[in-house]
């Protein structure tokens, strides 16, 4: 599965179209596979780099997707280009659709009590063939009585929406308590549920996403300045690669 696997700064991103992944995806479902996805973006990249426990657990993830353009530009850049972005949000939904068409137990990890509760009642509602086995929000202090409560429901698919890099280390610590598709899906609760809106189509097709988020949030500059500083340090890792 990884022999394409291509290096971004230290992180290393399977290489398939979103067609091909969630081709993966299906048939991992069906088997009742043990599957772990990471859906990285430059932020994510630049704290692996900082911190080699974090970067261990993304590169020995069995899916790590190019979640975010930055991600698309810098391996262009480094003369490695990939298919495509790979959003975390439209992995969610492709997970909770097939989910539904297949009939399997989904479970919901993280996020706000009311948000998480929004997100239950959206599936309940618009997803009615999916079995919600359970959710709860991410304000826990026992990982315990959380993985017991998972194990005892035996959801085929795990939602978990903690931030990362607390999402990412909860599920390599206790993804060999059972086989499920587990992914850390970050703030997608909240658009989900209809707390926040995702950016309009013609952001989404434009690629900037990002600004919209900035628009909506202005206290996210202090996260954007991530991106020109992994811009940096792409044009800085192709120079040395010329030299």
């Known amino acids: 599965m990884h022999k394409n696997r291509i290096n971004i700064l230290g992180t290393e991103f399977d290489n398939f179209t979103e067609k091909q992944f969630q081709k993966y995806l299906s048939d991992d479902m069906d088997a009742r596979s043990n599957k772990f996805i990471v859906t990285a973006n430059p932020e994510m990249v630049l704290s692996a780099q900082k911190n080699p426990k974090f970067s261990k657990?993304?590169?020995?993830?069995?899916?790590?997707?190019?979640?975010?353009?930055?991600?698309?530009?810098?391996?262009?850049?480094?003369?490695?280009?990939?298919?495509?972005?790979?959003?975390?949000?439209?992995?969610?939904?492709?997970?909770?659709?097939?989910?539904n068409r297949k009939q399997l137990k989904v479970y919901l990890l993280g996020a706000k009590e009311e948000v998480i509760k929004a997100s239950a009642k959206r599936i309940e509602r618009e997803y009615p063939q999916i079995d919600l086995v359970g959710y709860h929000d991410g304000y826990f202090k026992d990982n315990q009585i959380v993985i017991d409560?998972?194990?005892?429901?035996?959801?085929?698919?795990?939602?978990?929406?903690?931030?990362?890099?607390?999402?990412?280390?909860?599920?390599?610590?206790?993804?060999?308590?059972?086989?499920?598709?587990?992914?850390?899906?970050?703030?997608?609760?909240?658009?989900?549920?209809?707390?926040?809106?995702?950016?309009?189509?013609?952001?989404?097709?434009?690629?900037?996403?990002?600004?919209?988020?900035?628009?909506?949030?202005?206290?996210?500059?202090?996260?954007?300045?991530?991106?020109?500083?992994?811009?940096?340090?792409?044009?800085?890792?192709?120079?040395?690669a010329e030299n």
Request: no cysteine.
């Open 57 to 99: 657990v993304i590169n020995s993830a069995d899916y790590v997707i190019p979640d975010g353009i930055g991600i698309i530009k810098g391996a262009k850049t480094l003369g490695t280009p990939m298919h495509e972005r790979i959003t975390g949000f439209d992995t969610l939904m492709y997970l909770i659709k097939t989910a």
């Open 149 to 240: 409560e998972i194990v005892q429901k035996k959801p085929n698919v795990i939602l978990v929406a903690l931030g990362y890099p607390k999402q990412e280390f909860f599920i390599d610590e206790y993804r060999k308590n059972i086989d499920a598709i587990w992914i850390g899906v970050g703030g997608s609760f909240d658009v989900f549920s209809g707390t926040k809106k995702r950016a309009p189509g013609i952001f989404q097709k434009l690629n900037l996403e990002w600004l919209y988020r900035l628009i909506k949030e202005p206290t996210r500059i202090g996260r954007m300045l991530a991106i020109p500083k992994y811009m940096r340090l792409i044009k800085k890792e192709k120079k040395n």
